[in-house]
């Protein structure tokens, strides 16, 4: 009787930890406002912008630099990410779109460790999609309306970074209510204090 209670208790940890890998995230909540025409054609030509994640460097030593980094994250997200082509084709896309939108690319990997610890098909309960936790509202005000490509990679990525550098233009650079309102939490300390902390993880010197 004993072995057969301690198999079902040894049984319900497994199922508990299961649902707990899988369940959903519970960070990113933005919320749908009214923004200016023009930003939200600025931000809807960021989005569709097609050209491929490969950075181009006029100065050799910004390519060593941009090489150093990578390495040097590819071996701090080994744990989260042990699949080494598919945690470098990550990096170099993170980096490639952090940049592209004037964000530094080890704050955009504490963002994304707060929203989604690196789950690539992470949703939240709030419904917000992928690795940056992009609210699927964003696809009909600034893309094509297909909720399903917030599970690409780097369309995920573009969107978050995008959102979030619209998100400081519109607090006048204020990173602390740029980063509450991409939550959904304005003005509120848990997230960007969560946020800020996490990137230091990832700052690289």
Known sequence: MKAGLSRLKALLALVLAALACAGPAVAGNQKEEAI??????????????????????????????????????SERLKRKVPDEQVRLEFLEVAWYEASRAGLDPGMVLGLIQVESAYRKYAVSIAGARGYMQV??????????????????????????????????D???????????????????PQYPNAVLAAWKKWEFN
């Open 170 to 188: 519109m607090e006048g650079g204020n990173l602390y209510l740029a980063l509450g309102r991409y939550n959904g939490s304005r003005g509120q």
């Open 135 to 168: 609210m699927p509202f964003w696809t009909g005000v600034v893309g094509d309306s297909d909720r399903s490509k917030l599970f690409h990679m780097q369309t995920n990525l573009r969107y978050g970074c995008a959102i979030l550098r619209m998100y400081i």
């Open 36 to 73: 200016a025409d023009s930003v939200r054609l600025a931000l809807s030509n960021a989005i569709k912008d097609a050209r491929p994640p490969k950075p181009f460097f006029k100065e050799e030593g910004a390519r060593i630099r941009y090489q150093l980094w990578l390495a040097t994250m």
